[in-house]
Each structure stands twice: as structure tokens, then as C-alpha cells.
């Protein structure tokens, strides 16, 4: 069973900097697609990055550009590192695993860790 722990969530002002961690443990992160999701009070979850099984990262139109995804395997540690940040990317942010089949992810993402908040202003 895979744990996923968020942190580095904060309060910033607009145009700052946050980096998130979210620390894996259970199985080595190699054997895992991942992703950080966000959820705004009244709003619908959304992705907003992701490493895919072939290694790939891919991020939503809201974030390009300004969110980086990466991952230390040695640390079993995925990050998000966040600049030029606006109010709308007020949220709580959620990092999320399912097991790689390949270079496929094995369906939708199954492990969520608890959360962090990040507060624009």
C-alpha cells in the first residue's frame, strides 16, 4: 500500500514561489505514474501536472509555463515547483499515484495523499 505525503503548501503573495513536496512510501516511485491535482473551495478536482509512465510530463493550460513537475527517485519524492503565482491558484493541492503497466499508467489514480494548501493573495 503506497502513502503519499504532502508539504511546502503555504501563504504567498502574488508572483512568488512555492515548492511542494510529496514524499512516497510503500514502493519505490519508479513503478508509479504521478500527479498533483488541485481543488479550490466550491470548485471541481483538476490535474495540474503529471509524469507519465514513458516519462513524459504533461501540464494543464492554466500552469504551463509557470509549474515545473519532477521527481527525485532516490529520495522516493515527487515536487511541483510553482512561480509566477496568481490568486486563482488558491487551492488545496493533492499529489496522487497509480502503478505504472509499462509505459502506461494502470488506470485512473488511486492513492491520494492528504493535502496541502497554497493561499495566493
Known amino acids: 500500500h503506497v502513502q503519499l505525503v504532502e508539504s511546502g503548501g503555504g501563504s504567498v503573495q502574488t508572483g512568488g514561489s512555492l515548492r511542494l513536496s510529496c514524499a512516497v512510501s510503500g514502493y519505490s516511485i519508479t513503478t508509479y505514474c504521478l500527479a498533483w491535482f488541485r481543488q479550490a473551495p466550491g470548485k471541481e478536482r483538476e490535474g495540474v501536472a503529471d509524469?507519465?509512465?514513458?516519462?513524459?510530463?504533461t501540464y494543464s493550460d492554466s500552469v504551463k509555463g509557470r509549474f515545473t513537475i519532477s521527481k527525485d527517485n532516490a529520495k522516493n519524492t515527487l515536487y511541483l515547483q510553482m512561480d509566477s503565482l496568481k490568486p486563482e491558484d488558491t487551492a488545496m493541492y493533492y499529489c496522487?499515484?497509480?502503478?505504472?503497466?509499462?509505459?502506461?499508467?494502470?488506470?485512473?489514480?488511486?492513492?491520494w495523499g492528504q493535502g496541502t494548501q497554497v493561499t495566493v493573495s
Open positions: 496522487a499515484a497509480v502503478r505504472r503497466s509499462g509505459i502506461y499508467c494502470a488506470g485512473a489514480y488511486n492513492s
Open positions: 509524469i507519465r509512465g514513458d516519462g513524459r510530463s
